[in-house]
């Protein structure tokens, strides 16, 4: 089975401008979008190399006191980026089963 | 007072050169007059650094940054490295072809072309024969092929009395939903040319009347950053102050607080002289693609000592004493005051309303606010 990791679109530049927030500025539209600390983390890992699973696991590893339903957040976080055309997914091809 | 961890702007003299020597250029014969256009790899290097920093947006300016064969060259640089840009344009060398190539990038925020005057005489009493012409056929032609545009009209003893006619044209037969007014400012060729160009104080007055007799005519579309009409608002903004009418407090009165952009951004010559503003051109920081401009936003003592500015207050400047505004003023552009008294952390005297007021300056009537 071929296994989906979110990448972020690399068009998209992540400025961390004060403490630990960020905008996500889109140069094609001009839009840009506020991320706060968690948000940050987890752009950071959109690198191709993690799927969402791991995203959250290693969410749940840094902060001290994670709300249950994080990882539901993680995911619709990531979902609603998607749709907003700001991450993509790359496929790595997975043992056939 | 917060810093952003990188510039999020730089404010780019692109070129040294121009087509024109309007007689108010305040670039010319400034800190900014600095010859030797840098080759386009030059810039090309920098942009890959701004892309790191992750900065968002570049502005053009010079000189006459169309004048560069290598333009498209260098906003290509500009779109490669994730970043938006704007152009001020005197707009007399833009074609179809370089306005099919902005729309083209996706990226151009604006063109700004400068149109002082509803007619050839008050635009080309400054800017040189023929200039409106070819201005007004760049800004249409911009505008054809859908390029975002502002049009920016520094007044000056010309066309002082052609304001109604310059906003008839502007707002009404072109149709742009606004334009910007500024005034020509004794920096560079203009102090040179000051008897010619700068408004006297009477002149201000009627600018500061007209401009907000038009501002409301238009519903709000004429603004200002500076000039007479941010003035006229400023001023009576600081007149109510202090009569304890008003409460200002952003920025905060009382201190050199009149400026604050180099806490958004830095600016480059056309030597590659980095520098804090455009109009702070002799306070040199570094020079790009030698100095990590990461480093000198952060770190350089002089930015330093210019953020710090706004913790000097006005009353320990003998210019200020015994002035009843004191308490509601913000000392204005530190690159104006540099100019007019070779002082940074200075209030600027051409912004100053008890020197206006004493020189028989009158504001303009409140019901036109
Ligand atoms: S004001 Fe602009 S167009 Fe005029 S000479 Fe200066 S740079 Fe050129
Ligand atoms: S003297 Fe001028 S600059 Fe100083 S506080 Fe008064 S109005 Fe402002
Ligand atoms: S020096 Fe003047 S023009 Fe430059 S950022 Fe400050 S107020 Fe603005």
Redesign the pocket.
Known sequence: MDVKNPIANPLIVLREEFDDWAILFDPDTGNAFGLNPTGVFIWKLLDGKHNTDDIVSRLCEEADDVPEDAGEHARQFIASLEQQGLVGYEVIAGNPA | MRLMRTPKKIDIDITNRCNLRCRYCYHYESAGDADGDLPVSEWLRFFEELNRLAVTEVTMAGGEPFIREDLKEIIGGIVRNRMRFQILSNGTLIDDDMADFLVSTRRCNYVQVSIDGSIPMTHDAMRGKGSFSKAMRGLMTLRRHGVHTAVRVTIHRKNVHDLDGVAKLLLEDIGLSSFGTNSAGAMGLCRKNAEMVQLTTEERTIAMETLLRLAKKYNGRINAMAGPLAEARGWWD?EEARNGGKQLTSPKRGFLTGCGCYRAGLAVRADGVITPCTMLSHIELGRINRDDLGVVWRDHEALNILRRRQEIP?TS?S???G????N?????CPGLSYTLTGEVNH???D?????FLDEGGRLPDRTLL
């Open positions: 600081m006005l400047f210019f200020c004493e002035c009843p505004y004191v509601a003023c913000t000392g204005n209030p600027s005297p912004a100053c309303l008890r020197k």
